[in-house]
């Protein structure tokens, strides 16, 4: 029983070290903004995916801290507008930048 209690107490210091190390810089996230990011990046591709006028094939998303970009092309200028409103819209994005080009 000792050694399990020691053995977890190990795990627990050397994963508390490895995370201090994953701080976040201007241009690098951490390991937590990482996991958020790329869960956004899901949620907003899936809200993309499920607008029937999009063709989300062609539309681009990507997330770094919050910000999510939108790239690629559509039919239309006001399919546009709609991926951007749609990407707003995702709990959790602090901003869009929208990048799509009309086809």
């Not at 241009?27 to 990482?34: D, H, L, M, P």
């Amino acid at each position: 029983m000792k050694f399990a209690q020691q053995f977890a107490t190990a795990v627990f210091v050397a994963s508390t070290l490895s995370l201090a190390g994953c701080a976040s810089t201007p241009t690098k996230e951490s390991a937590g903004e990482y996991i958020d990011d790329a869960a956004l990046t899901t949620k907003v591709k899936a809200s993309i995916f499920n607008e029937p006028t999009l063709k989300s094939t062609e539309i681009n998303v990507e997330t770094f801290k919050g910000t999510v970009q939108l790239s690629g092309f559509v039919a239309q200028p006001a399919d546009i507008t709609r991926a951007g409103e749609i990407a707003r819209g995702v709990k959790g994005v602090k901003e869009v930048k929208n990048d799509i080009r009309v086809k």
